[in-house]
């Protein structure tokens, strides 16, 4: 039983029921580990914060200021440990509009998507991440990202709730089978933040997909009946935010199948929840190698110091890292905005592993570039900067056809036995190719 005004789902329990409005609409469900010891949300006071007070860069040797000012601000009866506690986080988190326009002045395009929260991809943000957009406009990058506005409710050509196809490639539920080696398992439907370029919005947020050890075990059968699987990558919805218990039994039954040889984790807690990733949670994952993790971070703004000690911890347990960023109009689609956040990947010694094309999902066209946008990034990136730095753009076909990689034009043809190339100064040299005359 869990404790009056406490998360409806309980580290003892496997699942738990929708909680239901009074309109009948379904609204998603916590975390399936329940902050029992979470404080009560703090009182808020009305002395807001200037733009001009937060407008400040945070490099990974500063001192977080802006967001100490914040909590004393608007969290003023938030210890440090409380603050710094990723349950309490989560208790806490800004999941209306009303609560979000007492930190944020709200514009006409924020203001109207009140209505249409109820039954799309729900409004969440941790009071960290939060403080990383309080005194910033809405033009700001981080704040177009989880903060929802009218134009997710606008249907373009080509657009649709499930672009990648994954239902039909989908054995049993929560579970994708789309590449012959490889699945990808949908743990559960929670994140601590929602990113509203989400793929998943058709199910993520929405309550469809719990920890319920009768749907996993009938996963992980098909994993066990499956011999060509050998490597696993736990998704969701947030792996992450489920307590250290349950991550580890599941992580000791997929290690319990002999096919199996490497385990991924997909996650963005270390960019909206950096409080997550503890001393307890990295002992935990360091009895589960080989584990690899797979970070999404979008840009430079999420690369505070909290960031950077979570992603220390991670690769000090010897986890591999790789980032996974989305390309999206007005937040990352500029050279020097993506170089920059690429040198703080390799600094946080997480390796640049792919860029992705916006999915087409339904209301997405205003986070969606031109292709070429991101072949003009890959093109800046290259030969600018050191190739550990430059991620592999891709696009995931629309229908299930998976990732397909695109490069800029490095290959100009050939003249006889010789391979034409351009370098990244846009110089033409030749390769004698083996064959011909050259045998």
């Not at 009938?218 to 066990?224: D, G, K, S, T, V």
């Not at 971070?297 to 110091?305: K, R």
């Not at 010694?349 to 066209?365: E, F």
Request: aromatic share 8%; hydrophobic share 35%; glycine share 8%.
């Amino acid at each position: 039983m869990h404790h009056k005004g406490c998360h409806p789902i309980c580290p003892k329990t496997d699942a738990a029921s929708p909680r239901t409005t009074a309109a009948g609409m379904e609204v998603e469900e916590e975390p399936p580990s329940c902050p029992t010891c979470a404080p009560a949300a703090a009182q808020q006071t009305t002395n807001p914060l200037s733009r001009r007070s937060l407008t400040l860069h945070v490099t990974p040797s500063e001192t977080p200021t802006p967001r100490r000012r914040f909590k004393r601000i608007y969290y003023p009866a938030v210890s440090d440990r409380q603050w710094n506690d990723w349950q309490w986080q989560i208790a806490n988190r800004i999941r209306s509009l009303s609560r979000l326009e007492t930190f944020l002045p709200l514009t006409p395009r924020e203001r109207m998507t009140a209505e249409g929260l109820q039954t799309k991809l729900p409004l969440a943000i941790t009071p960290y991440y939060l403080s990383l957009l309080v005194g910033r406009d809405a033009t700001h990058p981080l704040r177009q990202t989880v903060v929802p506005v009218i134009d997710e409710f606008i249907t373009s050509p080509g657009e649709a709730d499930d672009p990648l196809g994954e239902e039909l490639q989908s054995p049993v539920p929560g579970l994708v089978h789309r590449y012959p080696d490889r699945v990808l398992f949908l743990v559960l439907d929670f994140c601590s933040t929602y990113c509203r370029y989400c793929t998943r919005s058709r199910v993520v947020g929405h309550g469809r997909l719990f920890f319920n050890r009768r749907r996993l075990e009938n996963a992980l059968e098909y994993i066990r009946r499956t011999p060509a699987i050998r490597d696993v990558l736990l998704s969701g919805g947030d792996p992450l935010t489920l307590g250290d218990a349950r991550l580890d039994w599941l992580l000791t039954r997929l290690r319990q199948i002999k096919h199996v040889e490497i385990i991924r984790i997909g996650t963005k807690v270390p960019a909206v929840l950096p409080q997550r990733i503890t001393p307890q949670l990295v002992r935990m994952l360091r009895r589960h190698h080989p584990l690899w993790m797979s970070l999404h971070f979008t840009h430079p703004d999420e690369c505070t110091p909290e960031a950077y000690r979570a992603c220390q911890r991670l690769a000090d347990a010897g986890i591999p890292l790789g980032s996974q960023t989305v390309l999206l109009r007005g937040v990352n689609d500029s050279v020097a905005t993506m170089r920059d956040l690429m040198h703080h990947m390799l600094r946080m010694r997480v390796r640049p592993y792919y860029l992705y094309q916006c999915d087409p999902i339904r209301g997405s066209a205003h986070f969606r570039t031109p292709v070429e946008k991101g072949l003009e990034i890959i093109r800046g990136l290259r030969g600018f900067t050191t190739g550990y730095g430059v991620p592999t753009y891709v696009i995931d076909a629309p229908g299930g056809g998976g990732k397909i990689p695109l490069m800029p034009d490095y290959c100009q043809g050939r003249d006889g036995d010789q391979v034409l190339l351009r370098n990244y100064e846009g110089e033409i040299y030749r390769y004698p190719d083996v064959g011909g005359a050259w045998r």
